[in-house]
């Protein structure tokens, strides 16, 4: 035990912990966190694997990475070497090895930790985890512009903005934490930025990802003048007029022109342009993004999204027997075809889904097979009648699980166009886009109570997606009907998420903020209106209108 010579005082190099975390005075290694380690070996312990099956190990697999390393994981770097361990730790327990005996992994660990939808099991690697956990912090550091302690930090460091990254350098003089904060912004947020379009002063137009997912000058024809390459978007919009199409054209493809023909710059609000995520939809950061960017792979192969997808909802637990309308192509299809038929299918045999039934037939015929293979069956007399009788009970459980519910009953109903009140007029609108994003366009229909057309619209878009070619719908068809000194206005849409957007507007990260406030800039308007959604069936003439385009492009 060592004592202080001035005062006699016991000296120690463990300081405690704070909020959970060791206070850190040292290098960081696999000791400082050994911990952890602990905490998920006592809950990953062998013995407990020998009670549960395959599937009992991975749910308890994923409940225990979920939960004890991401407290650490979310402020830190941890060594290679603990992350290494608890990779090891998982992929052990989940195949069923113990301390005395070690089970043969029989599916490689990289393709374990592939996502569902890609045919894995989706557990996450903890090195992958630990940098997505840390981006989440550095995104809310160059975002949250409130936050008393972001501002330190920022101030501390000198955080500059995304164009300039010679702060994002490591250097000697940073603590481990801050270290850690770096690699986040480093490694995935600069990948995965992007730019929500405002009054277009902040965006790079051919350096900065704000049009597509990537930036302009990636996809340019030709070589961009030096002079040009830090143009702001501001630069090359007029007001009034809109893109000066010749300072880009020369050097963009058609594509581009057609993307850039779907937006406009924001000089009317004065909002400013805003940093967005953009791996979500609503540009929001997502820890399920961040982790998908830093595993995803650069391999061309085919999505097999919808085919896993069918496996993983098919209802299941763990040959007369086809329906005769499908006997030909049960038989003659390849395996992959065979396989995503028969598991998306939603005919009903004695009142359960073949699904159901194929995927019984499917486990108890490996089975089966195994069993004549090693010599270890039993004697079942009636292996038909035996599928379906499973069936049945794995129907009427997922029955009782759903709180005693069937499957729901499809009801049919008659959808018409109705009138507005008296003195109002109805603005039907709607947008359509060929690929989504596509080719789009849009259009709109101003009628009376007595159903007289009062006026109306078509246009085209340019290249973008369905949503914001819903949105141009009904910016024109407000702006048609503000002209027309409407005072009285019922504005019908049959799509739920733009109506969600009109009624409750949405955050200044949203990739199609900018349209929304314009749209919200006519509504608030002196006047009366009201949104509410329509089906598609009572939306024809609009629909019409904006299909029709398609027709003449």
Partial sequence: MVHSVESGIQTTTVLGKYLSMPILQKRVNKETFGEILERVNSKLAGWKGKCLSLAGRLTLTKSVLASIPIHTMCVITMPKALLDDLDKVARSFLWGSTSEKRKQHLISWKRVCTPKQEGGLGIKRAQDMNK???????????????????????????????????????????????????????????????????????????????????????????????????????????????????????????????????????????????????????????????????????????????????????????????????????????????????????????????????????????????????????????????????????????????????????????????????GWLKLNTDGASRGNPGRASAGGVLRDALGEWRGGFALNIGICSAPLAELWGVYYGLYIAWQKRVTNLELAVDSKVVVGFLKTGVSATYPLSFLVRLCHGYISKDWNVHIYHTYREANRLADGLATMLFLYS
């Fill in 132 to 422: 997505a956990l840390l981006a989440k912090l550095g995104w809310r550091l160059l975002t949250d512009h409130q936050s008393l302690w972001a501002r330190i930090l920022r101030r501390k460091y000198k955080v500059g903005d995304t164009h300039n990254i010679a702060w994002t350098v490591p250097k000697s003089t940073w603590s481990s934490t801050w270290r850690s904060v770096g690699l986040g912004i480093r490694e995935v947020v600069l990948q995965g930025q992007s730019w929500v379009l405002g009054d277009g002063r902040d965006i790079l137009f051919w350096k900065d990802r704000w049009l597509t997912n990537e930036p302009i000058i990636d996809s340019a024809v030709d070589v961009v003048p030096a002079d040009r390459v830090n143009d702001c978007v501001s630069d090359l919009w007029w007001d009034g007029r809109g893109w000066e199409l010749g300072r880009f054209l020369p050097y963009n493809t058609e594509n581009t022109r057609l993307r850039l023909g779907a937006l406009v710059v924001d000089k009317i609000t004065g909002t400013r342009d805003h940093l967005s995520w953009g791996l979500t939809v609503d540009g929001a950061f997502t820890v399920k993004s961040a982790y998908s960017l830093l595993t995803r792979s650069g391999e061309l192969r085919p999505n097999m999204e919808k085919f896993w997808s069918c496996v993983w909802s098919c209802m299941v637990p763990e040959r007369r027997i086809v329906p005769p309308s499908k006997v030909h192509q049960f038989f003659t299809m390849s395996l992959l075809e065979w396989l995503y038929a028969n598991l998306s299918v939603e005919v009903r045999m004695e009142h359960f889904l073949w699904s159901t039934i194929f995927g019984m037939a499917l486990w108890w015929g490996w089975k089966w097979r195994c069993g004549n293979l090693f010599g270890v069956n039993g004697k079942c007399r009636d292996r038909v009648g035996f599928i379906k009788k499973l069936a049945k009970e794995v129907n009427d459980a997922n029955v009782l699980g759903r709180g005693g519910q069937g499957p729901r009953v499809r009801v049919e109903r008659m959808v018409k166009w109705e009138p507005p009140r008296s």
